[in-house]
């Protein structure tokens, strides 16, 4: 009878107003560390609060990741000497279960709540405006300070508190192990071991990880009791890792030092004393208790023991990742169909055609750079040329400038390249700004390789690729290796997207009627490409969508009809006279 009229006194009080978002905002950090100066009253209300206003849950969110964020780190803070270890309180009396009851009787009772509620607020202000005056540093001190504090105290959280943490989500990545049968999905946290087979990983829908033999790993958020991020921990073993960028940061932590990614593809290999990092794009941050590095593409270094890392030195990157990416120097890929299955799925997530109409441009530039830069680095080395004449000329400008993004060019070599450099379009590109052919060749290194020689006329180009690519795809001529029209579809869908985002913008003169025409047909290639590189590295789920009846249920029977699609687009976009 005495906690139900406890319970009543509780939900019927009324010696506290409803807080409104500015008295939340300066009690959210009180709220977060379960300070016992609040009444229950104000629990309550700031609770209710909360569950209806979206923008203070935001806020209370964003502190608790702040404070959550702070706890995870006081074990460096302590080692690091920034923060000393708190001092242990003394042992106190436990309350029996009549003196609880009346403790929290007499907190209802109270009639100084008021009061209190109105000191806290002024508390709370002063607390704020003291932070707003001094450096980021000294918040994060005294956030962990009250961390710390808050976990010395008895555990005697109020109801409100414990309701929010079992409404907040459970702290996750995603893991999905990629096999023939479909994916596996993996706990966070749990023992990942690859003994004689290399196994492939999905991070989050997006991050690929290969595990070669004799390997072992775990995988969580970055941060604890959050989504955000991923560590891989690498026990031991060799891992190939292609990170997108999406804003996160991904980190792999050994016995010997970590390495922190925002997006690129690298090379991982670790020892009980030693740890090698091979960065094939991108740049990485190598660090270790005693130094840092950044490692950039075509380069690798390494940490031995408890040493800083080494200096990065330029290094052949498709020799030490060669037991990920199949490379095989002068001698053509293996024609095991089964592993090159294998071997493309470490690199390549299903991914489904994109609608390029509700596609956010400037997004799509920057997670596009990686890729275009390695398969156009004449256009990036143009760029960086430019950029020291004070002319800022971003890589879509330059390609669609010197017609490059044009090109379909079948050369035969793994992985596949379907993009030449050529002298006359960079010349081309040159002059439209103002340079002749003495300042491209004193400007940009490639000029100099290129400019008696060109691969153009060397291979199949355009349309005479694409018949060239459907030879392959029917098996009327051996192919360079069995994934070779998955890459060509790629690099269609790729290239043919930033062309429709040209056209979109108003960069080629065109009438209205052109305009739509030529928008469709670029959208219905980019369709059709996505759809010949899935038929080979899901063609499970390709059975499924028959392209013309039972007829074409193989998968090279889809491929060449995905192919003869995207010629016949080719053949009337070119109608238009709009590549030159």
């Not at 991050?207 to 995988?219: F, G, P, S």
């Not at 005693?290 to 080494?310: C, R, Y």
């Not at 890729?371 to 950029?387: N, R, V």
């Not at 499924?544 to 976009?573: H, N, Q, R």
């Amino acid at each position: 009878m005495v906690l139900m009229a406890i319970f009543k006194k509780i939900t019927n009080s009324e010696s506290v107003e409803p807080m409104n978002c500015k008295e939340v905002r300066l009690f959210i950090p009180l709220f977060v560390l379960g300070d016992q100066e609040m009444t229950l009253d104000e629990w309550f209300a700031l609770d209710d609060h909360i569950q209806s206003c979206p923008r203070c849950a935001k806020e209370y969110k964003e502190t608790r990741f702040i404070i959550e964020s702070i706890e995870h780190q006081q074990t460096d803070l302590i080692n690091k000497g920034i923060f000393s270890e708190p001092a242990e309180e003394d042992a106190t009396r436990e309350l029996t279960d009549e003196e609880n009851l009346q403790e929290i009787w007499d907190r209802v009772e109270r009639s100084e709540a008021r009061r209190r509620h109105n000191r806290n607020v002024k508390q709370a202000k002063h607390f704020f405006k003291v932070s707003a005056a001094i450096s980021a540093c000294l918040i994060i001190g005294i956030f962990a300070w009250l961390v710390f504090s808050v976990h010395s105290k008895p555990n005697s959280t109020p109801k409100a508190v414990i309701q929010q943490v079992a409404l907040a989500p459970k702290p996750s990545v995603k893991i999905e192990l990629m096999s023939k049968d479909g994916n596996i999905l993996i706990p966070a946290n749990q023992q990942i071991i690859a003994n004689d087979e290399l196994k492939t990983l999905v991070i989050n829908g997006k991050h690929r990880l290969m595990m070669n033999t004799n390997t072992v790993l775990a995988i969580e958020p970055l941060v604890k009791h959050s989504n955000i991020g991923c560590l891989v921990k690498l026990d031991s073993g060799q891992i190939y890792t292609h990170v997108e960028h999406d804003g996160n940061p991904f980190a792999v932590e050994t016995v010997c030092g970590k390495a922190v990614i925002t997006g690129t593809t690298f090379d991982i290999k670790a020892t009980k004393d030693s740890m090698t990092l091979v960065v094939s794009e991108g740049t990485v941050r190598f660090e270790s208790q005693k130094g840092i590095v950044n490692v950039a593409a075509g380069q690798k270094s390494e940490i031995a023991g408890q040493s800083a890392p080494s200096i990065p030195l330029s290094c052949n990157t498709d020799e030490l990742t060669a037991w990920a990416t199949g490379y095989k120097p002068n001698t053509a890929l293996a024609q095991d169909k089964s592993n090159d299955i294998d071997l493309y799925l470490a690199l390549s997530l299903r991914t489904d055609p994109i609608v390029l109409a509700e596609t956010d441009y400037s997004y799509w530039v920057n997670e596009k750079r990686n890729w275009f830069k390695k398969d156009f680095p004449w256009i990036f080395e143009l760029k960086d040329a430019l950029a020291k004449e004070r002319i800022e000329a971003d890589y879509p400008e330059l390609l669609i400038r010197s017609s490059d993004v044009w090109q379909f060019v079948c050369l035969q070599r793994f992985p596949g390249r379907f993009s030449v450099p050529d002298f006359e379009s960079l010349l081309k590109t040159a002059v439209s700004y103002g340079f002749d052919e003495e300042w491209l060749l004193e400007n940009v290194p490639i000029a100099k390789l290129i400019q008696d020689k060109s691969l153009l006329s060397e291979n199949p180009t355009g349309l005479d690729a694409l018949d060239q690519l459907l030879k392959y795809a029917k098996g009327t001529e051996a192919i360079p290796y069995y994934l070779y029209p998955a890459d060509a579809g790629v690099y269609l869908t790729e290239t043919r997207s930033l062309i429709w985002f040209a056209i979109n913008a108003g960069q080629l003169n065109l009438t209205d009627e052109q305009l739509g025409k030529i928008l469709d047909l670029l959208q219905q290639e980019v369709i059709t490409a996505t759809n010949c590189s899935n038929v080979l590295l899901y063609p499970e789920d390709e059975k499924k969508k028959p392209l013309c009846g039972d007829v074409c249920e193989t998968p090279e029977m889809k491929m060449a009809g995905y192919i003869e699609m995207i010629k016949a687009t080719e053949k009337k976009v070119m109608e238009y006279e709009i590549s030159k």
